[in-house]
């Protein structure tokens, strides 16, 4: 709660904002911590911060097991998301060392640059930089609203720590773990303490326009209407039916905006987004036609146009993780269940570069980037023991 | 034509917004022809202008037929809009004049106040002051964006004219006729010249919230979402379908309002108006009721809240006027049909004074209060040349 203080707003809020003054007094202050367990801290061309778990005879030239999350938040956003991965990362190294426990290679817990993509897009900067090195140059010059740069940006944040080496190229990882809030109520609904995450749901989303013709809300016959509404009504309709609810899919309209926007005008135009996601592969990859094709029947007499704007596969986590997961939730006697994440994470990007996998504690009422962000201290020390565990099994 | 370049704007469009300078200067122009037609000018408290042609031997002391409409134009408006009913009035009397009838009694052409309401507030100003001058003292006060009131803008466009006498009380009518075009595209479609208007829809206008509860758009499954949009989508259906096009109600959803407005978050709020019209008031009766009813029903699992903004009640034309004008199209061998108004009129408030009824032309492709507004030459002729029939046959 500590690191809360930093760039803390009303209510119990966070805003904490990517290579921001309070980001990079956030990372000193969890590198000073870092250092009193007698880890060390590398960085990188796209500033994150790599704290290294390393004691003698720990076999220092193994490729280290990794694990980690980010410290930026939404503008108006909570104390837990990112934050939790990084601090539970710390406590399972505390927990290691009173326990006696030598690992057999290095740990090392990650903070990675602009998780977040809202005050620099893209989100997943650090991770995405991290695996293909040759989006920095691109990512560096990518300004805020303000014409601040990333490289910028870095300069500021990075003013209030100091690092102990500078890696050029990707480290190799034995495997890597991130714990996270689950930010959806599935957890708390079903009553589960532990989120062993299959999988993070690949995206496609659209902006969807309907042209139809303005014409006055009075004097003209609903037949020889072009209503943009009235068809894009149709159209979402349709769009429900033809994507029927399996209990996986997730199906959100959440921009609709029409034009010219008057109640006595008949509409001319509207332009809503979709954005459907699913944890399986073959379902997204059918997405487009069906969109495209229910739009066009369902919209008449209306032109229309889709337009492709997210397009990001489903990624599966490791099955040799999730069982280890599996296993020790078990012997721990949390209740926990299999779940497909809904919100993308860094670990999206780690999974391409070695094995990896995720470990959700519930949110309360599945409330995320939001001030009411909350998980209990319980949930949360559930969530850092199974990491924890994990840790020790793949390092004895 | 000429009244167009006063306050032209690109395209054809004219700007000649309620009380302006362009409006004063108009007022102006069209005064200097009624006289140069033998024709005194009147005013009244709210600025209405009374045309009068009375010429010797036409029983002075007699309630004068009135014909008329308005001079002010949307801001970005057409050249025939209201403009047309003030010079077909004008071209009656010429008419007249050169056939040396001489009327029974005293013709007026009558140019109301603010008709479209879009600098002041409410519409209609002139008109409905006109038949319930205890309305007057409110509407000096109103004030337009700049906090220019009714009362000083009309010292400005009172400026640019001179009148003859100012009138404290409502003048009796024998009857009312006004000229219009259609801004609807019936007569176009149907192929008919001129539109012997029955009535005036009412209408029933209602802003309608949605609320629900945000939610992230990938962590959140669709049967633990409250989501704002995907009721009012629902809502809207089961408004159309309650509903059934008639052939005469109009059902605009003109707005639509999504709060957040993100792609990526569940909607937590909807707003969106609903504007129902109907020329049957036993239909419009039954409206509210209906609304209420399928809303509260439809917007499940989101809660919702039903705002009646605009309750006007339908007008039926005077029926001995409408045979006249059957009886003149019918003789003049022009194509007409009985048509309802779904757009507001001056005449909906004269109505409730003296026996009133409409005389519509074609609108190309139904566009008003746009510069594409237009009817072609021969259409205007053709009204005028009923409206100068109906005149003669009412002053007989």
Redesign the interface.
């Known amino acids: 709660m500590e690191l809360a203080t930093i760039g803390a707003i009303a209510d119990n809020g966070v805003r904490r904002l990517a290579l921001s003054k309070e980001d990079g007094q956030a990372r000193a202050k969890v590198i000073s911590w870092a250092r009193e367990l007698g880890m060390t801290c590398d960085t990188d061309p796209i500033g994150n911060l790599f704290l290294r778990y390393s004691p003698a005879d720990s076999g220092s030239l193994l490729p280290p097991l990794a694990t980690g999350s980010h410290l930026d938040t939404e503008p108006n956003g909570g104390r837990f998301d990112g934050t939790y991965g990084v601090l539970a990362g710390l406590e399972a190294i505390e927990a290691l060392k009173q326990s006696g426990h030598i690992p057999r290679r290095p740990i090392e817990v990650v903070i990675w640059t602009n998780e977040e993509g809202s005050r620099f897009q893209p989100a997943y900067m650090g991770s995405s930089a991290f695996i293909d090195p040759d989006r920095v140059g691109h990512f560096l010059a990518i300004a805020d609203k303000a014409g601040v740069t990333v490289g910028d940006a870095m300069k500021v944040a990075s003013a209030y720590y100091q690092v102990d080496g500078f890696r050029t190229e990707a480290t190799p990882f034995n495997a890597y773990v991130e714990a996270h809030i ?5 957890l708390e ?1 079903t009553g589960k303490q532990i989120g062993n995450v299959s999988s993070i ?1 690949g ?1 496609e ?1 659209f902006d969807i326009d309907i042209i139809g013709e303005a ?10 209407r072009k ?1 943009a ?2 068809a894009a ?1 149709q159209v ?2 349709a769009l ?1 039916t033809a994507f029927v ?1 399996d ?12 034009s ?8 001319e135009s ?1 332009r809503f ?1 979709l ?1 459907v ?1 699913h944890p399986d592969q073959n379902f997204l990859n059918d997405v487009p036609k069906v969109i495209h094709a229910t739009v066009e029947k369902a919209s008449l007499p209306c032109a229309s146009k889709v337009r492709s ?1 997210v397009s990001a596969p489903s990624v599966t986590f490791d099955r040799a993780l999730r069982d280890d997961i599996e296993r020790i939730t078990s012997s721990l006697r949390f209740s926990a269940i299999s779940i497909a ?4 994470h860094d670990a999206r990007y780690l999974a391409e570069h070695c094995p990896s996998a995720m470990i959700f504690v519930p949110s309360h009422k ?1 409330i ?2 939001n001030p009411a962000e909350f998980t209990s201290a319980k949930d949360l020390g559930n969530g850092a023991r199974v990491l924890t565990d994990l840790i020790v099994s793949l390092t004895q």
Chains 1, 2 share one sequence.
């Open positions: 689950e930010q959806g109520p599935v609904e749901y995206i989303r014409a006055h809300a009075g004097t003209t016959p609903l037949s020889m209503d509404v009235v009504v979402i309709q429900s609810d209990g996986r899919i997730r199906f959100t309209v959440g921009k609709f905006e029409v010219p926007g008057s109640a006595t005008v008949v509409p509207v987004s954005d996601r704007v994440s809904g919100a993308g599945g995320s980037h």
